[in-house]
């Protein structure tokens, strides 16, 4: 009988916090108002919660982890029914009284719950009502010793729970709530595609959440921050990242595509937003690089060590699930990560990386010219006086090749700009710079800036070709007629396309 009692007590504890909404048992001057929290409830128990939410996110439909909580309410009074039948066959009449203003107040809880995220009148609230009711009338039948009989109790309440516990079950659609984290907005494309699928998922809500980064100084810290939530396509609706309180709503699903946590030379999130936090604030991290890398041979070790480093960056190591662009790509990653934590690991890395593609290469060829809208100021570049269009060449200088050869590269770029400028009859030179060149050049070259910049303003100046530092790089790519530039992901992406392309020679000037 002790361990009975302790446990009804330790249950009860863990309730505390609901007990006694109304009137607290033993001060009340009559037995009617002693009640009081009974004797209400089946009139009305489920008033809607108070509390402004924006108008941006969704205030209906019950998540995962709510309807989880829902099915604990219930088994919760699944237990609690034994507890009392056990308590009135022992004749401890005070005990299943005080089970039963338990049973109630969790009643109360899980009505609200389901009011707060299915709207009023849905279906089971009706039968929690029911609920209410029956555990009422055997409150006050077993306060006045009246027809208690322990069996029929439990028999009544197992009855009119069942109804509640299929109703939960099957008439509650667990709706999941998705957060997109892109920095960059020219990055984006690395995540648009999974986007578009969860939006059109009714099942689904999915919010864009653009984050704010930093340059760095030389010395490692922060220097200007920037937002880019207003540079989004206009058909993607954003959520500013203060609106949206990640503790309380705990999404369900977080997509990154910065890898890099506080060890990027030149920019950085926020350390909010670092993967390493962001775990904490969900059930599912998933990272999907902003990059296409050429494809190797797994077997190939040399090539296989030449880009390990994109394998072994924080994220990898955060995620839940990593998103590389192709099957191959992901045997490169577990190799590689396998070697680096060892062969007791290399199953966590075949369950973690997925080769399902890259969502940058559904932009890619998602994109159509017929669809494009071209800027005025380009078009007066790239059409020919009769109205036909010149051929277009995209340009891409890299953040690496500049940071390699310098004052050299500086030179290369100034003879292209020459060689193009000469042609600019029958070709149209549409340069498009790494978007992080300004911010990597002040970090890591300061020295370097003033030339650059000053190669970037007689460029512009001059007006005879096309300056891209826009976030829409698939539009250059659907554009032009040929690639010519730096090598990097943009070159895995053109490939696709099927168009020429090129690679540029620092060493060569005539």
């Known amino acids: 009988m002790a361990s009975q009692e302790g446990w009804w007590k330790e249950w009860l504890e863990s309730l505390r916090p609901v007990r006694y909404r109304g009137a607290k048992r033993g001060t009340a001057s009559s037995e009617d108002d002693q009640y009081t929290l009974l004797k209400k409830c089946p009139q009305r128990h489920y008033g809607t919660a108070s509390g402004k939410t924006c108008r941006k996110f969704r205030e209906s439909g019950m998540r995962k982890t709510q309807k989880n909580q829902a099915e604990e309410y219930i088994q919760l009074l699944e237990r609690a029914h034994g507890a009392v039948k056990k308590a009135v066959g022992t004749k401890n009449y005070d005990i299943a009284m005080d089970l039963l203003e338990q049973c109630q107040d969790v009643a109360i809880r899980l009505g609200e719950l389901i009011e707060n995220t299915q709207g009023e009148g849905f279906c089971t609230v009706s039968l929690l009502e029911d609920y209410c009711e029956l555990v009422y009338r055997v409150h006050e039948g077993i306060a006045g010793r009246q027809n208690v009989n322990e069996d029929k109790i439990f028999k ?26 892109p920095y960059k907005a020219s990055m984006w494309d690395s995540l648009e595609s999974i986007w578009k699928a969860a939006d059109e998922d009714p099942a689904c809500d999915a919010y864009v959440i653009p984050i704010p980064y930093y340059d760095k100084n030389p010395d490692g810290s922060f220097r200007e921050v920037h937002y880019e939530g207003n540079l989004y396509p206009e058909d993607v609706p954003v959520v500013h990242y203060n609106d949206y309180n990640f503790e309380g709503r705990k999404p369900d699903v977080i997509y990154i595509h910065n890898p890099y946590d506080e060890y990027n030379h030149v920019t950085s999130v926020h350390p909010f937003f670092y993967s390493a936090n962001l775990k904490n604030f969900t059930d599912k991290l998933v990272y999907v690089p902003y990059f296409i890398l050429g494809e190797v041979d797994p077997e190939n070790q040399e090539a296989v060590e030449s880009i390990q480093h994109f394998c072994t960056v924080p994220a990898v190591f955060h995620a839940d699930k990593v998103v590389v662009q192709s099957e191959a790509m992901r ?21 973690k990386i997925l080769g399902l593609g890259s969502p940058k290469m559904d932009k890619v060829l998602g994109t159509r010219k017929e669809n494009i809208q071209v800027p005025d100021e380009w078009l007066k570049v790239i059409e020919k006086p009769d109205g036909s269009w010149k051929k277009i060449i995209f340009y891409n200088t890299s953040v690496s090749a500049l940071l390699k050869h310098e004052d050299k590269m500086l030179k290369k770029m100034a003879y292209v700009f020459g060689v193009f400028k000469e042609n600019q009859e029958e070709v149209a030179l549409l340069w498009r710079p790494h978007p992080l060149i300004k911010a990597t050049i002040e970090s890591m070259r300061p020295g370097l800036w003033e030339e650059y910049r000053k190669l970037v303003e007689l460029y512009r100046e001059e007006g005879w070709g096309i300056y891209d530092d826009t976030p829409d790089m698939d539009r250059a790519v659907c554009l032009s007629d040929a690639y010519y530039g730096d090598g990097s992901s943009i070159v895995q992406l053109y490939k696709e396309t099927g168009k020429p392309i090129m690679m540029q020679d620092v060493d060569i000037l005539d």
């Open 156 to 181: 009544n309440l197992r009855k009119t729970l069942i109804p509640i516990k299929n109703s939960v079950r099957n008439d509650i659609e667990v709706r999941t709530e998705i957060v997109f984290l």
């Open 331 to 351: 045997q490169v990653y577990i190799k590689v990560l396998t070697k680096e934590m060892g062969e007791k690991t290399r199953k966590v890395w075949e369950e």
